[in-house]
């Protein structure tokens, strides 16, 4: 009885953890860092290299890097006969999308934006510093030539189905 309480708890345990554990996509085109990662568990990060994109996978010690420009798609085999098959629609609403993805918290924002005419540049500047303000976040034009973004998106598997069903 002792090792199903042990069985039981460890399972529970363990789906707590997966629900409630953050999710992080991040952004930094500073660095080049374009990762999305698991709390501690597992990361996936995109890097080019020599003009080939490059996806590194880590999941709690194990470490894969694959060259995805490398990958060639399979082909088809062609089959004799085929019975046509009936495609289901999704029926999800917009009011549920814009719900999960309120489920979403931006815990870092910076954007700087050059587009190369000093003009243009002054021309929007009013715009996005009404943008700065409303949303409370680093968003603006600089007239240096940079364009700049770091970004990092936080979620949970927990807020989002909580968000689906509510919506």
């Not at 020599?50 to 880590?58: E, K």
């Not at 399979?74 to 999800?92: C, D, G, H, L, T």
């Not at 917009?94 to 979403?104: E, N």
Request: with cysteine; net charge positive.
């Amino acid at each position: 009885m002792v090792w199903l309480w042990t069985v039981l708890i460890s399972i529970f345990s363990i789906a707590a953890y997966l629900l409630l554990a953050p999710f992080y996509l991040e952004i930094d085109s500073r660095s080049g860092l374009y990762r999305i990662r698991f709390h501690r568990l597992a990361s996936v990060r995109f890097s080019i290299v020599n003009s080939s994109l490059i996806m590194d996978v880590q999941v709690t010690g194990w470490h894969k890097r694959i060259d995805l420009s490398a990958i060639k798609p399979k082909e088809k085999k062609v089959e004799e006969v085929s019975v046509p098959q009936v495609k289901r629609k999704m029926n999800i609403s917009f009011q549920r999308i814009w719900g999960v993805l309120r489920s979403f918290k931006v815990n870092k924002c910076r954007i700087a934006v050059d587009f190369g005419d000093m003009a243009l540049d002054g021309i929007l500047y009013p715009l996005f510093y009404w943008v700065r303000v409303w949303s409370k976040k680093d968003i603006g034009i600089n007239f240096s030539g940079e364009n700049e973004l770091v970004l990092e998106i936080e979620n949970n598997f927990i807020r989002m189905l909580w968000a689906y069903v509510k919506s």
